[in-house]
T-cell receptor
Framework: QKEVEQNSGPLSVPEGAIASLNCTYSDRVSQSFFWYRQYSGKSPELIMSIYSNGDKEDGRFTAQLNKASQYVSLLIRDSQPSDSATYLCAVRSNSGYALNFGKGTSLLVTP | DGGITQSPKYLFRKEGQNVTLSCEQNLNHDAMYWYRQDPGQGLRLIYYSQIVNDFQKGDIAEGYSVSREKKESFPLTVTSAQKNPTAFYLC??????????????FGQGTRLTVV
């Protein structure tokens, strides 16, 4: 079973702070990594994708990947109350086509 | 507008009934997927299809069936054999032009409730 693990939270950060969300995965041959944001009652929305070791920045979001440690993270700078949502980590193995999801981390940004 | 359309948004099923959830995409994506989400849980894969007339079981396929007769459409039938069908059902699609390095995008979901 290919596991994707996330801390369920809730992670609470004050407005303007950096939120750090973490994800570990068990399948060493995993190749593609994605972060989705899901508001309550809504479908997941893609935020970031990352395929190579290192950092990838897009606006206030930075994804970090370390394949040796089987670890991927998402940093949200200058957090806003509108960032309050559940963040889902998804992993695709090079032996499969579908995404495996973690259970998500609930983020609460307080004004 | 390009996108993935799921219908209906809400669906109520009586015990013993089969119901079919619709998923249509106009993104010209090759691959389509069905996931199930229970409260406080992540997404679990039911079925996926990479090409027309071909599909594979995911982790929780029992009690579900699918078809892929057209590239644009991937309907999911929840049969009476599915003992606990109440959940949020999500359809997704992705292209395959960059192989594994392609993002998947989701429809707005169908919330199924057994009454």
């Amino acid at each position: 079973q290919k596991e994707v693990e996330q801390n369920s939270g809730p992670l609470s950060v004050p407005e303007g702070a950096i939120a750090s969300l973490n994800c570990t995965y068990s399948d060493r041959v995993s190749q593609s990594f994605f972060w989705y944001r899901q508001y309550s009652g809504k479908s997941p929305e893609l935020i970031m994708s990352i395929y190579s070791n290192g950092d990838k920045e897009d606006g206030r979001f930075t994804a970090q990947l370390n394949k040796a440690s089987q670890y991927v993270s998402l940093l949200i700078r200058d957090s806003q109350p509108s960032d309050s949502a559940t963040y889902l980590c998804a992993v695709r193995s090079n032996s499969g086509y579908a995404l495996n999801f973690g259970k998500g981390t609930s983020l609460l940004v307080t004004p | 507008d390009g996108g993935i359309t799921q219908s209906p948004k809400y669906l109520f099923r009586k015990e013993g009934q089969n119901v079919t959830l619709s998923c249509e995409q106009n993104l010209n994506h090759d691959a389509m997927y069905w996931y199930r989400q229970d409260p406080g849980q992540g997404l679990r894969l039911i079925y996926y299809s990479q090409i027309v007339n071909d599909f594979q079981k995911g982790d929780i396929a029992e009690g579900y069936s699918v078809s892929r007769e057209k590239k644009e459409s991937f309907p999911l039938t929840v049969t009476s054999a599915q003992k606990n069908p109440t959940a949020f059902y999500l359809c997704a699609s992705s292209s395959w032009d960059r192989g594994l390095n392609t993002e998947a995008f989701f429809g707005q979901g169908t919330r199924l409730t057994v009454v």
